[in-house]
């Protein structure tokens, strides 16, 4: 009888032992770092749509959606076409000033970039006939101009950077993170910007691929201060290869008429 009652309480502790260490097996949440780094391939592609807002009155200032070619060392070429909002219909008390009239004269940007070469679509009738793309002069800007996210889910180093530390939280569908982050950490800014401080959120899907990214960045005497970035991410590693457009459309920028 003692024996058997020994063996009863030996078999509890066990699964006791057991269960737990299977659940936390199960719960810890796979690495984005590495999922995102097995989506860098040639030929592979990711799909944003990106709403811009402002932290002034929540206004929404506008939408960007891109499709994003992608490669081992992280994106190469992008298709992506924004749509603001009149500054006008935003600001009707604002002065008229150069960047008021821009905005009310194009609501949009449409923008090709490969082979580290930018095209702008342009306005109908403002290109002489047959032309429809402006080949603009080389600006670091446009690598990643298909998003206006501080923090860039593409880039694993600072994707592993923001994460540090932070562990992710069981959600529907996956998971999810938050935490608080600077420019100067991310290696975005020097000097008095690199304390510009970033309020960030990021969702995963079960795997550990990212779903959305909103982030805020507080910021003082720049025109980017209150500005909230909301992504949702989706399709990763559909098949794209990002062309160029048609060369007899294309007109070099220093070729644009007075």
């Known amino acids: 009888m003692r024996r058997w009652l020994t063996l009863v309480v030996v078999a509890m502790l066990a699964g006791a032992v057991a269960v737990p260490a299977t659940a936390v097996g199960q719960a810890a949440p796979p690495d984005p770092v590495r999922a995102v780094q097995k989506q860098l391939r040639h030929g592979h592609g990711v799909r944003l749509s990106e709403l811009h807002v402002s932290s002034y009155g929540k206004e929404p200032l506008g939408r960007t959606r891109s499709q994003v070619q992608l490669s081992p060392s992280g994106p190469v070429a992008y298709d992506s076409f924004t749509h603001y909002l009149v500054l006008s219909e935003l600001m009707p008390d604002?002065?008229?000033?150069?960047?008021?009239?821009?905005?009310?004269?194009?609501?949009?940007?449409?923008?090709?970039?490969?082979?580290?070469?930018?095209?702008?679509?342009?306005?109908?009738?403002?290109?002489?006939?047959?032309?429809?793309?402006?080949?603009?002069?080389?600006?670091?800007?446009?690598?990643?101009?298909?998003?206006?996210?501080?923090?860039?889910?593409?880039?694993?180093?600072?994707?592993?950077?923001?994460?540090?530390?932070?562990?992710?939280?069981?959600?529907?569908?996956?998971?999810?993170?938050?935490?608080?982050?600077?420019?100067?950490?991310?290696?975005?800014?020097?000097?008095?910007?690199?304390?510009?401080?970033?309020?960030?959120?990021?969702?995963t899907d079960a795997k550990g691929l990212p779903t959305r990214l909103r982030t805020t960045i507080t910021m003082h005497g720049n025109l980017d201060s209150g500005m909230t970035q909301d992504t949702r991410f989706r399709d990763w590693g559909f098949p794209l290869v990002v062309t160029a457009p048609p060369a007899d459309q294309v007109i070099d920028e220093r070729d644009l008429p007075e």
């Open 94 to 203: 604002a002065p008229e000033t150069a960047m008021h009239n821009s905005l009310a004269e194009m609501d949009w940007d449409d923008i090709t970039h490969v082979g580290e070469v930018t095209y702008l679509h342009a306005l109908p009738g403002y290109l002489p006939d047959g032309k429809a793309w402006i080949r603009v002069k080389p600006d670091r800007f446009y690598d990643g101009a298909f998003s206006g996210q501080p923090i860039d889910v593409l880039d694993t180093r600072m994707l592993r950077t923001v994460l540090r530390g932070i562990t992710g939280k069981a959600v529907s569908g996956g998971y999810a993170y938050q935490g608080v982050v600077t420019r100067g950490l991310l290696g975005t800014a020097k000097g008095r910007w690199a304390k510009d401080k970033i309020s960030w959120r990021l969702w």
